[in-house]
């Protein structure tokens, strides 16, 4: 157990301006934070709580002298009245000093602690958001290497594309739930967007199915690469729309072929290979190149396949209109049960929840919002950020669904169904983004006050 109490800097950093310590002055309680980029350490998050001996001992083994530390953040071990060492001798010693005039300042004393509580839970959100936006850049930017020297050397990119695989196997395979967080925009290169849409979705999905470790590297390496073939073809070729011509559809038909033949070049494993060749077949025999059907196809393809398609749904590469996360999904269960495997299809829908990240939502106190995280396990208590009257959008207020018991989501929206001022606030993107993250378990916040929450005026959807 820990108490909320910060840890006193150890001497050696209590010099003004201190902010590292000592690889081997870590304690249990610490928290820190690790430069060199989140490739670079195999923890989860950069920023984070020591929580068990096991962390340090892996933080020694990373050959690092010193790390960056936050005391504020930090907390010590429960001692028997919650006090840090020495601190229980000096409280018994002041004793109770109390006035007459203390019980009448209990009330506004809670309601401070409370603020000042969902303050700072609304100020983890916000970090957590960041961390997440710089894992993604780090992704991203591993990826565009890994296509930069393809053409020169494949044995290269392939290496520094299974790299990446195995990092974000790594970040996955943690204890605890893992969350989908929505990111603004993902950037300018769809081409990257894609591809690591695609591939967080499909290893998350990979993971409630329960593939083991070494088959969800394979399938992440194939996700990664899944459009690889693309990148021999002119742009007009790179996908194909309503009313293409033959001869268009079948120029386009032929990145599987070419992504199979560059593959090869990159010296990938089987199970990449794989899912590269089979990721536009369908359990109905109706896909391509080779129209395999039912088990034909790797359960790794099958996967993909389907978040292949659900982020091509919000997130065309043409001129078709994009659908919203919660359209994708309700469009996939409508006219997807038959074209793509019934069960991983449910398990799917089950993951990403009635409201995916990037939903439009009304909740059930009148207010707006924008769906802007989903616990994969919990998909129903989503994180979502609040349009606030009188609240700069800076300062948009994000709520997490499942430590609000008596709040919930009353209905999801369209853009064109949200009134002007919401819209403009939450601001949603033309394209949708989204990174994993692990979640820590969430307690309930105390309740707020009608006054310090103002409520939306509720305007006509």
């Known amino acids: 157990m820990f108490s909320s109490r910060p840890l006193a800097a150890p001497a050696a950093d209590a010099a003004p301006g201190a902010a590292t310590i000592a690889v081997e002055d870590l304690r249990v309680g610490m928290h820190i934070h690790l430069d060199g980029g989140w490739l670079s350490h195999p923890f989860a998050r950069s920023s984070f709580r020591i929580t068990h001996a096991q962390q340090i001992a892996t933080l020694r083994g990373l050959k690092l002298r010193r790390v960056r530390w936050s005391p504020e953040l930090s907390e010590a071990e429960d001692s028997p009245q919650g006090l840090l060492p020495g601190e229980a001798d000096a409280a018994a010693h002041r004793g109770d000093t109390a006035g007459p005039t203390a019980a009448a300042s209990v009330e506004a004393g809670e309601a401070a ?10 100020a983890a959100e916000r970090q957590a958001q960041q961390q997440c936006e710089r894992h993604y850049g780090e992704a991203a930017a591993a990826w565009r290497q890994a296509g930069d020297a393809l053409a ?71 996700a990664l690469l899944h459009d690889v073939g693309k990148m021999e073809l002119p742009e007009r070729a790179r996908h194909v729309e309503a009313g293409a011509s033959n001869a268009e559809t079948m120029a386009y038909r032929e990145h599987v072929a070419r992504g199979v033949a560059a593959g090869k070049r990159m010296a990938l494993v089987e199970g990449a290979q794989t899912v590269i060749a089979q990721h536009h077949e369908h359990a109905d025999a109706s896909g391509f190149p080779q129209r ?19 982020d091509n749904l919000c997130n065309p590469p043409g001129r078709t209109p994009p659908l919203t996360p919660h359209e994708a999904v309700a469009m996939l269960f409508a006219h997807g049960r038959t074209r793509y495997d019934a069960a991983v299809l449910n398990a799917f829908i089950r993951m990403m929840g009635v409201y995916p990240a990037g939903s439009l939502v009304q909740l059930t106190d009148e207010r707006y919002a924008m769906v802007v995280a989903v616990n994969s396990s919990r998909p129903l208590k989503p994180r979502v950020l609040v349009h606030e009257p009188g609240v700069p959008r800076h300062e948009a207020l994000l709520l997490d669904l499942e430590r609000e018991p008596d709040l919930g989501i009353r209905r999801s929206l369209t853009a064109a169904k949200m009134p002007v001022g919401a819209l403009q606030y939450l601001d949603p993107r033309p394209r949708v983004a989204y990174f994993f993250e692990p979640l820590a378990p969430c307690e309930p916040l105390p309740p707020v006050a009608v006054a310090e929450r103002p409520q939306a005026a509720v305007e006509p959807a």
Not at 113 to 122: G, H, N, S
Not at 192 to 219: E, F, I, S, Y
């Open 113 to 122: 602690a409370r603020a000042e509580q969902r303050r700072a839970a609304l």
């Open 152 to 222: 020169a050397d494949p044995a290269r990119a392939g290496a520094a594309a299974g790299a990446l695989a195995q990092s974000l196997t790594d970040k996955l395979m943690v204890d605890g739930d893992i969350g989908v967080r929505l990111l603004p925009g993902g950037g300018n290169d769809r081409a990257a967007a894609h591809a690591l849409n695609v591939t967080v979705v499909a290893m998350l999905l990979a993971r409630t199915l329960g593939l083991p470790r070494a088959d969800l590297q394979d399938l992440a390496l194939g």
């Open 292 to 310: 395999l059907g039912g088990d034909r196809i790797t359960l790794g393809a099958r996967v993909v396949a389907i978040v292949n398609r659900y």
